[in-house]
């Protein structure tokens, strides 16, 4: 009988799938990947503030008929930022394409939550050969001033945490949708520093509290937003894929009028809205969600 301690310490893998890192450009890159080369490629960005976890049931539903990959952001998860911290739309979709490559990506619908979906429809403007559809979940080229507020204020309230379960019980109050996890499944989404304390894995707080501090706009101001979204009309309606716009039915996020004016905005864009889900649209019904994409991706014909 083998010793536990004799074992190498357990890496997180998905469900039916692998985790592993690719070093792009310099920068390391974490990633999550179910299905194999050959397959048809779908590229899966998450929100900020997520990770690549996100899509753990979207990509063991598709992985037997697709290659499936969800990265992790730059800043986020388990990547490196980009130099200098960069952080436009502009210059995350411009890290894209080589991780594309990296793993024989030549074109590939792509499923993009939130920050993800504008990183999807970004790219798409600026390299349209690369992008054969676009899943925009929970996401338009309009948010809600209150909806970015009561994301700001969450990612931005805590510098850390004792445990994971003080971590959980914050994370329960914002997501009233969620089924109930297991704390230790947090480690996803937080990293233990040598204090012993619990982070995030992402930067996006520090930056919103420096902000804060340093007397700029106000992180949860739509000026702020407005900022990392200025020109997206422009870019959506240039869009030459199809796109699915997937909106949570609870979502402060985005409303029902801004999901029906991006649908007209983009040429070939249809909608639909997922029952029992707020702005974590993926991961509050997955089932639904899963269920969507994959008709999308049939009458796509991937």
Known sequence: ?????????????????????????????????????????LLCLHGG???????????????????????????HGDSDPLPDEAWTRHELAASVPAVMATFGFTRAPIVGASLG???????????????????????????????????????????????LDEAAGEIAKYLP????????????????????RWIW?????????????????????????????EGLDTDAASLQCPVLILRGDKSDVLSDDGAEEVAALIPDARLARVGNAGHLTAGDNPESVVGLVSSFLAELGW
């Open 117 to 163: 979906g504008i990183t999807a429809m970004t790219l798409a403007a600026r390299h349209p050969e690369l992008v054969a559809g676009i899943v925009l979940i929970d996401i338009g080229h309009r948010v809600e001033p209150e909806g970015v507020r009561r994301i700001v204020e969450f990612l931005s309230a805590h510098e850390s945490f004792a445990s």
């Open 177 to 196: 949708f969620r089924k109930s996890f297991r704390p230790e499944s947090l480690t996803r989404n937080l990293r233990q520093r040598s204090d012993g």
């Open 49 to 75: 503030g997520q990770t690549a976890y996100m899509f753990e049931e979207l990509g063991a539903a598709l992985g037997g008929g697709h290659h499936v990959l969800a990265i992790d952001l730059p800043a």
């Open 201 to 229: 894995k992402h930067s996006m707080g520090r930056r919103f509290r420096d902000q804060r501090a340093a007397g700029g706009i106000d992180p949860g101001d739509m000026a702020a937003t407005n900022t990392l979204m």
């Open 1 to 41: 009988m083998t010793d536990p301690d004799d074992l190498a310490p357990r890496h997180d893998v998905p469900t039916g799938g692998r985790s592993g890192f690719a070093v792009v450009d310099g920068r390391q890159v974490h990633y999550l990947e179910w299905g194999h080369r050959g397959r048809s490629p």
